[in-house]
T-cell receptor, first 115, second 114 residues
Framework: GAVVSQHPSRVICKSGTSVKIECRSLDFQATTMFWYRQFPKQSLMLMATSNEGSKATYEQGVEKDKFLINHASLTLSTLTVTSAHPEDSSFYIC???????????FGPGTRLTVT | RKEVEQDPGPFNVPEGATVAFNCTYS??????FFWYRQDCRKEPKLLMSVYSSGNEDGRFTAQLNRASQYISLLIRDSKLSDSATYLC???????????????FGTGTRLTIIP
């Protein structure tokens, strides 16, 4: 499957600061990437679909002005959590659509803790 | 009703036993189905896709029943390394760019006991 990296793997920040998370597709060009969030003991929830060269598509209930997504190249998408608050503390995971059988491959995730 | 429902478990099973997980989905128009496994504090990893005719990959067998909107995963001769959370994943709708959006169940936690 596709190799996907994320950076950073873990971040702790103070309330009110912004945090940028990078997602890279290392071995193929990804027109579409997905951003998910997972709270403890809950399932992954799709936040947005990131499309190269155009605006991201956000799921209902996800604030686009708070979670800024930039998919500037075929190998990189970034998610910026602006003015983070403790309730934003979660496991953020990106995925890449493989283009084969609708399978998605996931990055290792970024664990965000807002104090 | 949740879009994808799974028994959360936990399932505590002795090594070498056979274990089965079930999953139901609510959208009858769903076309693609998967089982992922997720280890503690890690990302999900694709275990296998689920095809209409059923499919097998080594000790793992997946079945799909479209009439009942039901998916199953069978693990035979379970190993300690099979301990993980197993996620049932179903496509729901089509994103603007023609790619499928996936909906995840909450997962079934499996622990294999030595």
């Amino acid at each position: 499957g596709a190799v996907v990296s994320q950076h950073p793997s873990r971040v702790i920040c103070k309330s009110g600061t912004s945090v940028k998370i990078e997602c890279r597709s290392l071995d193929f060009q990804a027109t579409t990437m997905f951003w998910y969030r997972q709270f403890p003991k809950q399932s992954l929830m799709l936040m947005a679909t990131s499309n190269e060269g155009s605006k991201a598509t956000y799921e209902q209930g996800v604030e686009k002005d708070k979670f800024l997504i930039n998919h500037a190249s075929l190998t990189l998408s970034t998610l910026t959590v602006t003015s983070a608050h403790p309730e934003d503390s979660s496991f953020y995971i990106c995925s890449v659509y493989s283009g084969v059988g609708y399978e998605q491959y996931f990055g290792p995730g970024t664990r965000l803790t807002v104090t | 009703r949740k879009e994808v429902e799974q028994d959360p478990g936990p399932f505590n099973v002795p090594e070498g036993a056979t274990v089965a997980f079930n999953c139901t989905y609510s959208n009858s128009a769903s076309q693609s189905f998967f089982w992922y496994r997720q280890d503690c504090r890690k990302e999900p990893k694709l275990l296998m896709s689920v095809y209409s005719s059923g499919n097998e990959d080594g000790r793992f067998t997946a079945q799909l029943n479209r009439a009942s909107q039901y998916i199953s995963l069978l693990i035979r001769d379970s190993k300690l390394s099979d301990s993980a959370t197993y996620l049932c994943v179903v496509n729901v709708g089509i994103s603007n760019f023609g790619n499928e959006k996936l909906t995840f169940g909450t997962g079934t936690r499996l622990t294999i006991i030595p």
